[in-house]
């Protein structure tokens, strides 16, 4: 695939950002975003629109905490990756996953950044840098998404995380009471509520009713296969 219509259709999303087939709403959120600009890059190329399930999301934010804040870990000879069995014994309890209805993840994107990037930079600079991550990002085993970003303590380094699954819409990571537990630093996708990030600290408030477009800068990062 060429860079040039990869770049485009980024572009194209920041032109008109709003709600993708998967039941996307786009937030003052940076996870939201991420996930309405990963949708929008897939049914460009002909492939479904993912729903984003909050649950994964939230899943996806433990799953940067497990880091522990090493940019190190992601990519490079030095790369590690959580252990498949914390997702059942750690991560699902944190946020209030049913364990029951925890399905097989079919891809994994990670990014690690000392400075914080707006959703477009991160998606293109960060999470989407080789042919291994253009594979997982249009694989058409994929029926739903879950994104999250996150500082260390609130501050530097910056981790953008996008975690994707062959589950049941409507059967998979499904939340206890119907929330997600909250846990801070970081942004999760799906909530349907804002959450702040950057030089700004991470904070969550109630959804506005405009829409949010998102813009653009540059970094480094690293696709995690399975």
Excluded at 200 to 225: D, E, H
Aim: proline letters at 5%; charged letters at 15%.
């Amino acid at each position: 695939m060429a860079v040039w219509y990869f770049v485009v259709v980024v572009f194209s999303v920041l032109s008109g950002l709003a709600s993708a087939d998967g039941q996307t709403n786009v937030t003052n959120n940076p996870a939201d975003e991420l996930v309405a600009i990963l949708n929008s890059n897939r049914t460009a190329e002909k492939e479904s629109s993912l729903f984003d399930n909050p649950g994964l999301a939230c899943l996806a934010l433990q799953y940067i905490k497990a880091y522990e804040g090493d940019c190190g870990e992601v990519g490079g000879p030095n790369a590690k990756k959580p252990a498949d069995s914390d997702f059942a014994q750690t991560f699902a309890p944190n946020c209030g996953v049913e364990a029951s209805s925890l399905s097989p993840i079919t891809g994994r994107l990670l990014g690690c950044e000392t400075k914080y990037l707006k959703p477009s930079d991160a998606f293109s600079d960060i999470l989407i840098k080789d042919n291994k991550s253009l594979e997982i990002l249009y694989d058409s085993n994929h029926t739903e998404v879950g994104a999250a970003v996150s500082g260390s303590d609130g501050g530097s380094p910056y981790f953008w995380c996008v975690l994707l699954s062959s589950g049941g819409t409507n059967s998979s990571f499904l939340l206890e009471g119907g929330v997600a537990k909250v846990t801070r630093p970081g942004c999760f996708s799906g909530a349907n509520d804002d959450c702040s990030g950057g030089a700004g600290g991470w904070s969550r408030t109630p959804p506005p009713v405009w829409k949010f477009a998102v813009g653009a800068s540059i970094a480094l990062g690293y696709a995690l296969g399975l």
